[in-house]
């Protein structure tokens, strides 16, 4: 990609800058909330939508692809996932690009500044329900393919588009579908860009090239057939809810060490390499603590923090189901308990082996209590993290295009939490996943007065547009 | 009391069988539900159905002592106590009896076998709300003055009757009026009997000689500002629950021994004397593990298990409020807990002591945990324990009672749970106060198809009669 052919694509953004936010305002008009039933129909619309401006850019083979009626519904229809091509050059690498077109539930009366399903622009952002999850973001996609065609200008990849609309409920039927079209539609598919995550901060981008997983855990303690009444039965039975203390103590100390053993020695050694990832990345505790609205981190430096959140595992304790939990002041002896807890997975933890070790734990310490009580510990569900190489080719082209950009390396980071799609498109697609995040740390994804700022989407037009071009340049590793 | 006259008594009883069925029945069939504002006027029609009745069976110094408007309320008015006096004789004793004329919430729906206000027999048991809790003892003392009117056989004390219509409320106002009238209407009171209470199990009847008291605790840790997302600050920061944890597991063993130093020191010595009256008691622990449900008992024999119900002090975990307590998996990190554990206490512990070991001990355990959070320990609520000695004049003549009527010497028994009044009562009216119950263990008194064996309620009139003409001959204690 030459300077000038570069300079020419980022003049075209910038002219078409109103045109793109009123293609967002269009987009973030359609309340696509998936996680209602009631709205299934707007999320049908927002696919359609996508089908009408894919057809208008350009982009061929089109298809909406039906998943069949949500499970647990009656005759629920799950919304289709769009899948489209740009390009069918055999000479080309080809780049699945992966979106999602459906939304977190938003109600002014949640304490929205405005409606969320109106875009509105206010101090240079954009707000609006999927501003920044992920309708921005998807919508740069679309902005990249008018910017080229109207420079007539070659984009020099292959672009498999999957644009799915059940990501903030689960993804339901994605993964089937990934499978089913692995050697169909998604064949030959040389490199994954998914742009559904966030800056660190505000200020510096990023690319993110891990994700923690989570085994979640349950255990059941047993003891009375209903609840009692502590004043006839406090020191007389073995109580449940004090069983389930005994075990919660035992599980991690107060400063997060997991204090089962098995766990740490199964944890991929830091490399110096690997180490000097955290060395420069832009964060402050100060900044963190400020998010978290409490001096309560366990961590003196940003690194210790930052390898804590992403590359170690960690123990959350959640709650307690069967207890009292109401305010107030009840004289019950609960008589069965659920204890809640997690461990956020990390290379080189292997999940099975995991259960295994915890549940076992859990089972040594319970006798060790000497109580009649019955205990059962199980795990309730799993997801595997996800690590990819940050140095493979196409972090080197994202790299190459945020440096072109915003002028600055990108900071690496991962992810403390889970996104499984990655991992099912790693995994079974065969090939190297990278997050590109578009937007800021402070977005509020989730939250009310989502936004995404004025230059993330326009520069985010620019970063993903020109990492097209130097993904073509880069040589793919062995 | 001659052989006659008590023979003469009995036979009165057995012979007015239905007449006093009636009275219950009359009784039931008010709904005077104390805890529902709609149902307050059922409660004041059934304090005027008792003024009617102590009219006509010939008490005098009737009165409806008012206690205001209800705290909490715009304008509720509290129901009424209902005083009144039996025999007026300076030479002899004085006797204050003590019941209660509202009752629990009861729906044909809750899973009653027949209308929880319309009083049916079956199987020789009388079925229905306030059968046994209390309208069934507190109307055995309006069958008593009927027997002995019809008898024309005198009463050797005096009784002065005071019914409340808040107790399943909180009993609001009685200690109030307690105090009030302490030199007044109650002036001169010699002992306090309460039938509100229940045998301990089926078959054998007791005398109830204390009650433990209940210090209620709360441990509030506080974290960050909002709850935390697991995946993205586990491992990072300070976790309120996790704390907490270790906290719980600091108070109490698995096998109910309390941890916090200081408290066993406060227990009053067991003496020979005391161990004695657990020797013999008419209970055993497959019944007991049968009402549990499970055999989760800590202890191997009836002694130790009774002993730890009732004269010693436990110690018991309620839950958690602010933490996850829903069914299925949520990744929170709560960002501020409230755990809830209470202390049941017997003699000698000090109320004020006692809570100033509990808060000391954890703030000293919360800061070995080295956690940045913010922890506050308080006393929610506490009431005191109650203890008589069951050898005193009152408990002698109740004794001889029931020897009398059921042939047997009574168990004497404890109360796990606390009943605040019985305690206003010895302390401000300095007189001694004894539990003498009707009602057997399994009658339901808070529970749907709630009942009073027509044994128990007729054989209980008795008791109760006779045990007025043994205490007028008991010499009081110095």
Redesign the interface.
Known sequence: MSDETINNFFSKVDSLKSNFITRLAEAVAIPSVSADAEHRPEVVKMAHWLVKELTDLGATDIELKELGIQEDTKDLQLPPIVVARYGNDPAKKNILIYGHYDVQPAQLEDGWNTDPFTLVEKDDALYGRGATDDKGPVICWLNILQAHNELKLDIPVNLVFCFEGMEESGSLGLEGLIEKEKDAYFKGVDAVCISDNYWLGTKHPVLTYG??G?N?Y?ITI?????D????????????P???L??L??K??????EILIPGIQEMVATLTPEEDALYDNINFDLEG?EGN????????DNVKS?LQ??WR??????????G?????G??????AKVIG?F?I?TVPDIESAKLDQIVIKYIEEEFAK?????KLKAEL??DGNYWVSNPHNWSFRAAARATKKVWGVDPDYTR????IPITLSFQDILKTSVILLPVGRGDDGAHSTNEKINVPNYIEGTKTLGSYLHYLAEEEKDA
Request: proline share 6%; with cysteine.
């Open positions: 994700v923690r989570c979640y349950s047993e003891g009375p057939a209903a009692l009444h502590s004043g006839l039965f406090g020191g007389v039975v073995h109580e809810m004090i069983d203390s005994h919660f103590a599980l991690v100390s107060p400063s997060g963190f978290i609205g409490s001096k309560t981190i366990i961590h923090a804590a959140r170690y595992p960690s123990l959350s304790i959640h709650g307690v189901e207890a009292f939990y109401s305010p002041a009840k004289t019950v002896i609960p809640k997690s956020r209590l000497g109580s009649k009580n309730i569900h992810e403390g939490g889970s």
